[in-house]
């Protein structure tokens, strides 16, 4: 991966918060947008860490390049599913819609579909290195 590219999805990631905290400047600071917007920014930082730590190791499709484990992996093995789930209740609480987790509940089995697909991918290539990994780390 090349250094700009994370720098890029940094960039396209603020300027989308960016658009959605200007689209909805003029409601009220509800509790609900408070905790929105106290979900969404830490996500956003740790979702960006976990993506540029992940590094060469990042694909749409489950790949076995590398096994990452340092930094948020060392304790977190789906860092970018966790913080951009997040990410996203955080955006729906923010804007005022919290009807809108339900996709949110739509969205949870279906990172889970993926996970498991990757992590077939890395116990085969992995093998007893990938299962001890799993041990010792959450999600």
Known sequence: MQA???????????????????????????????????LAIP??????VARVQLGKSFSITPQAKELVTHGLYSKIRNPVYLFGSLLIAGI???I?????????????????????????VLQEKFGETYLQYKKSTWF
């Open 4 to 38: 700009t590219k994370p720098a890029l999805l940094l960039l396209f990631m603020i300027l989308a918060l960016t658009a959605a905290f200007v689209a909805s400047k003029d409601l009220p600071w509800t509790p609900l947008r408070i905790a929105g917007t106290i």
């Open 43 to 48: 996500s956003l930082a740790l979702w960006f």
């Open 92 to 94: 729906f609480l923010y």
């Open 96 to 120: 005022g819609r919290p009807w809108l987790l339900l996709l949110f509940v739509l969205l949870i089995p279906l990172q889970l579909f993926r996970i498991k697909k990757e992590e077939r």
